[in-house]
T-cell receptor
Framework: AQSVTQLGSHVSVSEGALVLLRCNYSSSVPPYLFWYVQYPNQGLQLLLK??????LVKGINGFEAEFKKSETSFHLTKPSAHMSDAAEYFCAVSDRNNDMRFGAGTRLTVKP | DAGVTQSPTHLIKTRGQQVTLRCSPK?????VSWYQQALGQGPQFIFQ???????QRGNFPDRFSGHQFPNYSSELNVNALLLGDSALYLC????????????????FGPGTRLTVT
């Protein structure tokens, strides 16, 4: 079965600092991987996805993620944090039927 | 385009009761998936509906059932509610994929917050 593990339930950065949110996956087949963001009292919004094309994936709001097969990782980064980036971030893996398996989430706090 | 809508926004029920949650998919989408998101956790897949039939199901008991209507809207029913059913229930819709279904994006609604007392 496919699964993802998010390292760190809470990450705090200063405004303008690098954002790094970690995700490792487990999959018996080439995975499709996703990052979603959830703002308070809202649903999930897709940030970016990896579908076996380019290993460096660029998403919305300046976020990007790199697929590293050797490390079974798909970490999310942003060079410079903004106050509006404060939210819950979820990594997910999809099976062949688009059944999404989510990690437990990482809450990002951005300090002024 | 209204996107994915869910009703009600919030709901409070008592243990043992039954509840029905509703979802209208994004225009042009015919596949609906339901997820349960407990507090502090990631969403857990409940089941997916396509062409009015349950196409796949996650690890949830039979107390959780669903339905999809000809207009693609969907309902999630939970019987004999338990305290542990308290969660945010998310609906996601996607269009039919001509090839690999993972290539189509799932659009999530804002969710229904269910509290069981």
């Amino acid at each position: 079965a496919q699964s993802v593990t998010q390292l760190g339930s809470h990450v705090s950065v200063s405004e303008g600092a690098l954002v790094l949110l970690r995700c490792n996956y487990s999959s018996s087949v080439p995975p499709y991987l996703f990052w979603y963001v959830q703002y308070p009292n809202q649903g999930l919004q897709l940030l970016l996805k990896y579908t076996s094309a380019a290993t460096l994936v660029k998403g919305i709001n300046g976020f990007e993620a790199e697929f590293k097969k050797s490390e079974t990782s798909f970490h999310l980064t942003k060079p410079s944090a903004h106050m509006s980036d404060a939210a819950e971030y979820f990594c997910a893996v999809s099976d062949r039927n688009n059944d999404m398996r989510f990690g437990a989430g990482t809450r990002l706090t951005v300090k002024p | 385009d209204a996107g994915v809508t869910q009703s009600p926004t919030h709901l409070i029920k008592t243990r043992g009761q039954q509840v029905t949650l509703r979802c209208s998919p994004k225009s042009g989408h015919d596949t609906v998936s339901w997820y349960q998101q407990a507090l502090g956790q990631g969403p857990q897949f409940i089941f997916q509906y396509y062409e009015e039939e349950e196409r796949q199901r996650g690890n949830f008991p039979d107390r959780f059932s669903g339905h999809q209507f000809p207009n693609y809207s969907s309902e999630l029913n939970v019987n004999a509610l338990l305290l542990g059913d308290s969660a945010l229930y998310l609906c996601a819709s996607s269009p039919l994929a001509a090839g690999d279904p993972r290539l189509v994006e799932q659009y999530f609604g804002p969710g229904t917050r269910l509290t069981v007392t």
